[in-house]
């Protein structure tokens, strides 16, 4: 089974996300995100420095109330939209792997059975 693995970046917006969900008006810390995440603390101060960078700024200037698309318009930053929707496309790609194995982990169930049957009779 191949799956669509996702880069640290999407995984850290992931879980940046869930945290939002999860903690409305909430404030992060680096040690919560990179946990939620399954990412190493120490990668992000040295391969992901923007994102430590948006963490600190959210932090300073809390925006709870805006939607994405209002910050993304607000800040006119593009390339965070672009990055969520890679992210969605991802996951959902993911979600469509996982569904197809299920089908074929119940087929191979249905087949056991039958096959357990056939040998009692």
Known sequence: M?????????RLDAALKFYDQENPGGCP??????????????NIYTSHPEFLSRLRNRKILPDKKATLVEKVLKNNNIELLASYERRNKALLLLVIELQEEVLRL????????????????
Do not use: D, T
Not at 4 to 10: C, G
Not at 108 to 118: D, G, V
């Open 2 to 10: 191949s799956l669509v693995s996702l880069s640290i970046a999407e």
């Open 29 to 42: 810390s680096l040690s919560k995100i990179c946990k939620l995440a399954g990412v190493n603390r120490s």
């Open 106 to 121: 119940e087929q191979r169930l249905i087949e056991a059975k039958r096959h357990a049957e056939n040998r009692r009779r």
